[in-house]
């Protein structure tokens, strides 16, 4: 067996190395692991680290040559996934690679197609107060369109077998992939896991990247994706 690591790179200087560095030391016994990263047009200077990383690191490296969203991102990594399972790693630390295994167990004990990593169940860095209440609210409207008790479809931290990723067709470019392919596993009614994980988020002058308008975007997508695929 093994899993796929899709790793969205955009000017993450500061983080990139270490966070590769975190997903090679994690010992998923039997497990392959194969590493994956897109940088997304990245300008300050994390093309060139990565480079460098890879003359030592044995990964795949994928470039855009200007910044497309994580959506596009994935997309583009997916085509170059072998492992029979995938799991989308950010760059910025936020998310521990470490906790794959808790993501793998449902899956590997044959309960789960699909498993999302909570951000809300477990161990957290303190949120900020606006981002909680738009996760809230996003979560709220998501459970009463799908009906379903998900708490939080919005993580970065989901892991899939890789035949059902593959069999969507894709079409976000940003961060509403993360609505997209939320609402394409609930419709096709795969089992969806949610595990407790440890979260250290960021503020904006640690570098989050997302924005007010992404919330509204990712609302906006939730009644889209409900009623079209």
């Not at 899709?6 to 270490?18: D, G, L, R, S």
């Not at 583009?76 to 950010?90: E, F, K, R, S, Y």
Request: aromatic share 12%.
């Amino acid at each position: 067996m093994k899993l796929s690591i899709i790793m969205p790179v955009y000017n993450e200087k500061n983080t990139v190395c270490k966070a590769i560095d975190e997903v090679f030391s994690v010992d998923l016994n039997n497990i392959e692991k194969e590493l994956i990263v897109v940088d997304d047009g990245s300008n300050d200077g994390t093309e060139k680290i990565l480079r460098d990383i890879k003359e030592k690191k044995e990964f795949k490296l994928l470039h855009h040559n200007s910044n497309l969203g994580k959506g596009s991102a994935i997309r583009t990594a997916l085509p170059h996934v072998t492992g029979g399972l995938v799991v989308i790693q950010d760059a910025d630390l936020e998310y521990n690679p470490q906790e794959y295994p808790s993501l793998l167990k449902p899956i590997l004990d044959g309960k789960a197609d699909v498993v999302y990593g909570t951000r809300f169940l477990g161990a957290h860095k303190v949120l900020l107060f606006w981002h909680f209440m738009g996760n809230l609210l996003l979560n709220f409207v998501a459970n009463f369109l799908y009906n379903v008790n998900l708490s939080d479809f919005e993580t970065c931290f989901k892991l899939f077998k890789s035949e059902i990723l593959k069999s969507f067709d894709l079409k976000s470019c940003g961060f509403e992939f993360e609505v997209e392919v939320t609402a394409k596993v609930l419709k096709n009614r795969y089992r969806l896991w949610e595990v407790p994980i440890s979260y250290s988020g960021r503020g904006y002058a640690e570098g989050k990247k997302i924005k007010p308008k992404d919330g509204l975007i990712a609302l906006f997508c939730l009644f889209k994706y409900r009623s079209v695929d």
